[in-house]
């Protein structure tokens, strides 16, 4: 069955692989649309509004896709969804939910990498990758800490409750790993979750 999931994405950065998935996903696809170039401060009164919004669509998903992109780290807006899809409390009125969630890394056709024999290769994805692993420094420390966090053994669990994939991978089987987050956030008795 098809979990409901919210994109969160660097506007700047990741509005094509945006689309790609969105188009992938069809209806079962939310985002904000609102966006613009810009990352505003969260907290003036004028972004009350988009906050709620924004909060009221990620209640509505399962499962949130982030996009890593090369400069996701200056979007406090990521940061904050984030946070929101992995609280444990909720405000008055609403259910406390712990969301899936998994990292799509952006592709970069042009980055070039230095291979183990000495020669300069193509790997898109070598601009987040440190030492054959995903680069802490390119990610919010919320999904360092979510990475390697199972506490409990459970056949077809990842050690990870954010797992990341790259582009490519998602994009040929994108309801493997939104069903794979939507199966741990319903397990999340198995990880120990950092929300902060």
Same mark, same amino acid.
């Given at each position: ?85 992995? /609280?444990?409390?909720?405000? $008055? +009125?609403?259910? =406390?939910?712990?969301?899936? @969630? %998994? ?46 966090? /199972?506490?409990?053994?459970? $056949? +077809?669990?990842? =050690?990870?409750?954010?797992? @990341? %994939? ?31």
């Amino acid at each position: 069955m098809p979990h409901k999931t919210y994109i969160s994405y660097k506007y700047n950065d990741a509005l094509d692989l945006r689309d790609c998935i969105i188009k992938r996903l069809g209806a079962f696809a939310l985002c904000y649309r609102g966006e613009r170039g810009d990352s505003p401060e969260l907290m003036d009164a004028k972004t009350e509004a988009i906050c709620n919004k924004v909060a009221d669509m990620i209640d509505e998903a399962a499962v949130m896709v982030v996009i890593v992109s090369r400069n996701m780290l200056q979007s406090r807006w990521m940061e904050w969804e984030i946070a929101y899809a992995l /609280r444990d409390k909720a405000p $008055y +009125g609403k259910v =406390p939910q712990v969301h899936g @969630i %998994v990292c799509v890394v952006k592709k970069d056709d042009n980055y070039m990498s230095n291979s183990d024999f000495g020669y300069f290769s193509y790997d898109r994805y070598a601009w987040a990758k440190y030492n054959g692993d995903w680069a802490r420094g390119k990610l919010f420390d919320m999904i360092n800490y979510n990475r390697n966090n /199972r506490i409990a053994w459970d $056949y +077809g669990l990842s =050690p990870n409750y954010i797992d @990341i %994939v790259e582009e490519d991978e998602f994009l040929l089987h994108p309801s493997k790993y939104i069903d794979e987050a939507y199966n741990k956030s319903r397990r999340t008795d198995c990880y120990r979750i950092f929300t902060q």
